[in-house]
């Protein structure tokens, strides 16, 4: 059972356009990160948010964490080729130390 | 300083045969998770470890087994592979295992596949 429900499942835009990836529970996580995955590659943490409301910002991605710590959300401002990738929300639930993984948004960046 | 390293980076087997995944955490790190990847999906919690002894475990049979080494590092052992077994195999290391928001380093995982 997938308890973390990401949206939309691809994306291809062109470079400048800006985007939001969403990431949905109907379970509360104590904490949520963000990864970036490529190819033959291991994920990549880009962000962790652990009080709902927050909002952290990276460069040109955004990370917002739902005030009831269910939801978090994901917006680049002008997406680049080099955002090309897997973007894969994870939950700590609260009381253990399992990390659940969302479904993945394959992102694509054409030049 | 080394990331996460797994070994082997591919491997390829029979159905019914068993295999041994290895990983070495980040050094310092005293925590490491196994997760399965199949092609298409995100990640699935196997096990997490910490100081040689299981944290957690996830829905998968009991041919799927882990331990912990003194020093730190870990193994991965599934039995009686059968073909839905073809996955990434991913490894991540946290300084401890705890209920906090560590942050998780993954290694580039062991492309296991069944035939």
């Known amino acids: 059972t997938q308890l973390l429900e990401q949206s939309p499942q691809f994306l291809s835009i062109q470079e400048g356009e800006n985007l939001t990836v969403y990431c949905n529970s109907s379970s509360v996580f104590s904490s949520l990160q963000w990864y970036r995955q490529e190819p033959g590659e291991g994920p990549v943490l880009l962000v962790t948010v652990v009080t709902g409301g927050e909002v952290k910002k990276l460069k040109r991605l955004t990370f917002q964490f739902g005030d009831a710590r269910k939801d978090s959300s994901l917006h680049i401002t002008a997406a680049q080729p080099g955002d090309t990738g897997l973007y894969l929300c994870?939950?700590?639930?609260?009381?253990?130390?399992?990390?659940?993984f969302g479904t993945g948004t394959r992102l694509k960046v054409l030049a | 300083d080394a990331g996460v390293t797994q070994s082997p980076t591919h491997l390829i087997k029979t159905r019914g045969q068993h295999v041994t995944l290895r990983c070495s955490p980040i050094?310092?790190?005293?925590?490491v998770s196994w997760y399965q990847q199949v092609l298409g999906q995100g990640p699935q919690f196997i096990f997490q470890?910490?100081?040689?002894?299981?944290?957690g475990r996830g829905n998968f049979p009991d041919r799927f087994s882990a331990r912990q080494f003194p020093n730190y590092s870990s193994e991965l052992n599934v039995n009686a592979l059968l073909l839905g077994d073809s996955a990434l195999y991913l490894c991540?290391?946290?300084?401890?295992?705890?209920?906090?928001?560590?942050?998780?380093?993954f290694g580039d995982g062991t492309r296991l596949s069944i035939l």
């Open positions: 470890y910490y100081e040689k002894e299981e944290r």
């Open positions: 991540a290391s946290s300084l401890v295992g705890s209920h906090s928001s560590q942050p998780q380093h």
């Open positions: 050094s310092g790190h005293k925590s």
């Open positions: 994870a939950g700590l639930r609260s009381g253990t130390y399992k990390y659940i």
